[in-house]
């Protein structure tokens, strides 16, 4: 079935290092993707989204790329920080029938970061 | 602060109870969503309402009973709950449902059930 899913559970990366996290996603039809960072205790909060006209966004300090051959998305971290220890999510925007659209989330990555 | 604010934040209760959560935003969305989130497992989609009009119910049990009066606020009404419940329930807003647009979620309220 459809699914979005992430090819790592945990990934620790020195501080000061630049951190990828990935995701799959085998919908070839989703046109809107967002990832989430969601600390200890809180809700997951929006970095940043890209639609698939796009195959690169750029916020501060984070990148997404969006890779619509082989169905990959990827956030990339520069100069990761002590305070960007978290669990990060993509998710999907999926049709879900009807005229209506979910989002489908992806289980998670935690990135710890080594100070 | 993410302007949405869940209460309570801990709930703890018993299986013949009722409670009540509730959720409300600040950010002039019309859109706000209930999901639930366990150890291990992605985020699931519970219910979904657009301009205080339910348009998603994601065969939710019917323990679990929504109520949305306006479109600041959401509640969820709670009874008669099982253990597998246990979880972290979110609260989200958009500006509208459905569509390319960022869910804004609050901080959970985190449920036990003895």
Not at chain 2, 105 to 112: A, N, P, V
């Amino acid at each position: 079935g459809e699914s979005v899913g992430l090819h790592l559970p945990t990934l620790s990366v020195q501080e000061g290092d630049n951190s990828i996290i990935n995701c799959a996603y085998s919908n070839s039809a989703s046109d809107y993707f967002i990832w989430y960072k969601q600390e200890s205790g809180k809700g997951p909060q929006f970095i940043i989204d890209i639609r698939s006209n796009m195959d690169k966004r750029q916020g501060q300090r984070v990148t997404v790329l969006l890779n619509k051959t082989v169905k990959h998305l990827s956030l990339q971290i520069a100069a990761t920080q002590p305070g960007d220890s978290a669990v990060y999510f993509c998710a999907e925007n999926q049709y879900s029938g009807a005229g209506s659209y979910q989002l489908t989330f992806g289980k998670g990555t935690k990135l710890s970061v080594i100070p | 602060e993410t302007g949405v604010t869940q209460t309570p934040r801990h709930l703890v209760m018993g299986m013949t109870n009722k409670k009540s959560l509730k959720c409300e935003q600040h950010l002039g969305h019309n859109a706000m969503y209930w999901y639930k989130q366990s150890a291990k497992k992605p985020l699931e989609l519970m219910f979904v309402y657009n301009f205080k009009e339910q348009t998603e119910n994601n065969s939710v049990p019917s323990r679990f009973s929504p109520e949305c009066p306006n479109s600041s606020h959401l509640f969820l009404h709670l009874h008669t709950l099982q253990p597998e419940d246990s979880a972290l329930y979110l609260c989200a807003s958009s500006p509208q449902s459905g569509g390319d647009q960022p869910q804004h979620f609050g901080d959970g309220t985190r449920l036990s059930i003895l």
